[in-house]
């Protein structure tokens, strides 16, 4: 008889049974970074900006890179869950993989890993993961200041946002989130 197999999870269980705001970060597998090219990172930053659309979440601050991204969504106000989350990254990964792929000349590769989300309770933990995102670029050392990196919100944050609120989102430390980063992106873009 076969010895039998332990059925081992890959990742929890993703929580998405109430509407709320999400702090939300996936990775490519083995965290290669198959969208090192400007190129790949406006597919990947269109992609993700196109499918929030699609589905009716409304971004609030993301961050993409050659190899992982970020962002803090709400999910939509016409469902009663955010289960819609799983599926609108099924289709912004299964896509853009299927670009890169055709790009690179390696069909079926796996592209991406998988994704993780907080659902974001409390106010003080909310604005520093708002403020996260925005300044993921400067601590990955990519730009100096924030608003230089073309494919994240924080350009668009200080925009469309008053003085006084971005003042008050940029004054919240990130340094002490517990925020899964382990990420080394491309320092070519």
């Known amino acids: 008889m076969p010895p039998l197999k332990t059925p081992w ?50 971004l609030e601050a993301w961050a993409v890179f050659s190899n992982h991204y970020h962002f803090v969504g709400k999910s939509p106000p016409t469902e009663t869950d955010a289960t819609s989350l799983s599926q609108m990254l099924g289709e912004l990964h299964t896509e853009t993989a299927k ?47 924030a608003n230089q990196y073309p494919w994240c919100s924080a350009a668009w944050f200080e925009r469309t946002a008053s003085t006084a609120m971005v003042k008050s989102i940029y004054r919240f430390n990130t340094d002490r989130l517990d925020v899964a980063d382990e990420f080394d992106p491309a320092p070519e873009w």
Do not use: C, M
């Not at 993703?14 to 969208?35: E, I």
């Not at 069909?107 to 907080?118: A, D, S």
């Open 9 to 58: 999870p890959h990742a929890p269980t993703h929580q998405l049974s109430d509407r709320a705001t999400y702090f939300v970060t996936a990775g490519t597998y083995l965290k290669q970074h198959h969208f090192r090219r400007r190129e790949g990172l406006a597919v990947l930053h269109r992609g993700l900006l196109t499918v929030a659309r699609d589905f009716d979440w409304q």
């Open 99 to 145: 670009w890169i792929n055709r790009l690179d000349a390696t069909p079926g590769r796996k592209v991406w890993h998988n994704f993780r989300e907080t659902k974001l309770t409390y106010q003080k933990s909310y604005l520093a993961r708002l403020n996260y995102p925005h300044q993921n670029a400067v601590k990955h050392r990519l730009v100096l200041v």
